[in-house]
């Protein structure tokens, strides 16, 4: 049975961008665990001290799946391995597996090593006896075993040999660069299986986009252990991504080695640690993605409507994932009918006319909306095109000033007018700019009678030039985003005036937002 080896905390962390403290580290162990992941490499400590903290911690864990492992290298050149710091760190650690990487490119050896292709192969069989013989399962890493293989294939299989005579349990050949092409992984581990008998492993990096593909090569040639990174995680261009391998090695290989419900958690998992990591969730990711199963175009949502094995090759429930589909300019009236069902409306049985409907939304894309970002408003459509729409407020005039002088910042007032119920509303209010002066006196002509408008806030307010080569006349598009604490929603405006496009936003927002509260 394969055996999935994560190191989303060692080689994931190596990425640019990402520090995780301790508790995240431990957090992300959890996550892993109750994937079922086999091996979690929590990091080196050799290197610093929040990996030894993580090492101390994560003893405390109780973990379903996993064996922990410490990472780090074989010994230093020249001294014996009993007095290595890093091999003796990883004993310190607390950990019954153990994984250090070797260097098996003799250019490594003479150039980063400075040392002799003889020590260096001492260095392998004696650090990995010493782990051994304290009890202590242990992968040898082969770095760059792959381009080292290309140049000199003795060498390369020496380095292995000597793991092995160390006492070695699994051998994983490390595609360090990332730049070997598929058909020679297979080419390679085919020659090294007629060498050596311990279980092999893969280490892909992704620098030619084929991390994955060369993990799965490896897989299919006899390796049983697949090390890799949630998302891809990983120094340079990325890591093997397990996110893919996994759903791939189940799914598509039928391999056994999780429980369906533990490959269900995979998209939540894969974004738990984009979130820990502090990176935007992954979202053309396949598998895990919010766009892996998200339909634009109309022939598909035509077809997914009918059969959803026309446009998915998996159901994205096996992977905790979910079907959408967008609305834009590339919609049939497929697409409407989609999403009307999902607002609970089964718009072909009513007198809805479904081709204005679509040819209203192609014409204000064309007009430079964007629904695909912007569901609540494309929702208000809907209502409005079936009759069930209800207008909060009636807009009887808006005036909006900008003070600026050489010595002050700029100060908008904005003016407004406003019927609700019947009833006349004159107010104004102040604001940093323009368009927050307009949210402000809207939302105080509207407070009293809609009080739930206290619960809704902007958090997000985008604008985009759509004709850059029109200067200032340019038309924009602004996109706002919205909560009420508990949910969020996005509305969309577009004008060749800033302010009429950010108000048709802001007043689909409020609408929305009003609708929402009374929903609930
Ligand atoms: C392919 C991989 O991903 S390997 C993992 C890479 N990740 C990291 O490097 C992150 C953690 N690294 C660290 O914290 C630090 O680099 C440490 C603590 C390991 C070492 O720090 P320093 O002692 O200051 O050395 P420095 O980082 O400058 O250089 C690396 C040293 O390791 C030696 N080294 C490199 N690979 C190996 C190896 N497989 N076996 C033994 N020694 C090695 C180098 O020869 C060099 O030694 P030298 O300084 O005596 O010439
Ligand atoms: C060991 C390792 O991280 C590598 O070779 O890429």
Redesign the pocket.
Known sequence: MVKIYDTTLR?GS?REGISYSTEDKLNITKKLDELGIDYIEGG?P???PKDIEYFNKVQELKLENAKISAFG?????NIKAEEDK?LNAILASGVKVATI???TWDLHVTQ???TTLEENLN?IESSVAYLKSKGLEVNFDA?HFFDGYEVNPEYAIKVLLAAQKGGADTLVL?D?NGGTMPFKIKKIIAKVKEEISVPLGVHAHNDAELAVANSLIAYEAGAVQIQGTINGYG?RCGNANLSSIMPNLKLKYNEEFITDEQLAKITEVSRYVSEVANLNPPSHKPYVGDSAFAHKGGIHVSAILRDSKTYEHIRPELVGNKQRVLVSELSGKSNLVYKAQELGINIEEESTDLRAVLDKIKDLEHQGYHFEGAEASFELLVEKATGRYTKLFELEGVRIITEKSEDKSPLSEATIKVKVNGERVHTAAEGDGPVNALDGALRKALISFYPELKDIHLIDYKVRVLEGNEGTSAKVRVLIESTDGHQTWGTVGASTNIIEASWQALVDSIEYGIKLKKVD
């Open positions: 080689d190596q080196w050799g290197s610093n290298s074989t010994r230093r050149a890093n990487f070797g260097k980063a090593l400075k260095m770095e490390c360090t120094e």
